[in-house]
T-cell receptor, first 114, second 116 residues
Framework: DTGVSQDPRHKITKRGQNVTFRCDPI?????LYWYRQTLGQGPEFLTY????????KSRLLSDRFSAERPKGSFSTLEIQRTEQGDSAMYLC????????????FGQGTRLTVV | AQTVTQSQPEMSVQEAETVTLSCTYD???????LFWYKQPPSRQMILVIR??????QNATENRFSVNFQKAAKSFSLKISDSQLGDAAMYFC?????????????FGTGTSLTVIP
């Protein structure tokens, strides 16, 4: 088990373009989270899946953002019509259960919108 | 809404000394979980220590221990015998016991520098 992996690690895109990020969680983990982290800030929650069901979305997740987790395995996060304010580190995490179960984080995808 | 506050943006400690990082949180729930995560530069976040709110005993993991004060909603992290490898951003996190509202709420982090 290699942990949570995210692809790509870095993405530079022009404003207005669409981008898609992928997250592969630890294989037996049924919970998957997306967070956004800007410089000097803690991770901010975007959305959460339990298996293939998207159970919670943050107000931060505007209609330009969409996330999927087909078949409860890997997940994708798409940002349409990117804006400079979307520049951030996008973190994916997975966990086996609720409560005190820790979340395992990937190394993140750093998005730069120019 | 749950909020997590880390009032120390930066801290420094001499190698081999002890440092305490502060965290307070706001919640109306009685059952929840608290975590400290470490994020080294350009590396992924990893769990340092966790605490269940229903447990009165403070959690300890080797050189890391917490001071959990439930009434004060305080959850500080003590690092003893600090090592150079402890240098990182440290995030305090809160998680509800609600199986549907399952997200982690993070503070803004404390950047720890270890001075040789």
């Amino acid at each position: 088990d290699t942990g949570v992996s995210q692809d790509p690690r870095h993405k530079i895109t022009k404003r207005g373009q669409n981008v898609t990020f992928r997250c592969d969680p630890i294989s037996e983990h049924n919970r998957l989270y997306w967070y956004r982290q800007t410089l000097g800030q803690g991770p901010e929650f975007l959305t959460y899946f339990q298996n293939e069901a998207q159970l919670e979305k943050s107000r931060l997740l505007s209609d330009r953002f969409s996330a999927e987790r087909p078949k409860g395995s890997f997940s994708t996060l798409e940002i349409q019509r990117t804006e400079q304010g979307d520049s951030a580190m996008y973190l994916c995490a997975s966990s086996l259960g609720p409560g005190n179960t820790e979340a395992f984080f990937g190394q993140g995808t750093r998005l730069t919108v120019v | 809404a749950q909020t997590v506050t880390q009032s120390q943006p930066e801290m420094s400690v001499q190698e081999a000394e002890t440092v305490t990082l502060s965290c307070t949180y706001d919640t109306s729930e009685s059952d929840y979980y608290l975590f400290w995560y470490k994020q080294p530069p350009s590396r992924q976040m990893i769990l340092v220590i966790r605490q269940e709110a229903y447990k009165q005993q403070n959690a300890t993991e080797n050189r890391f221990s917490v001071n959990f004060q439930k009434a004060a909603k305080s959850f500080s992290l003590k690092i003893s015998d600090s090592q150079l490898g402890d240098a990182a951003m440290y995030f305090c996190a809160y998680r509800t016991d609600d199986v549907t509202g399952n997200q982690f709420y993070f503070g803004t982090g404390t950047s720890l520098t270890v001075i040789p």
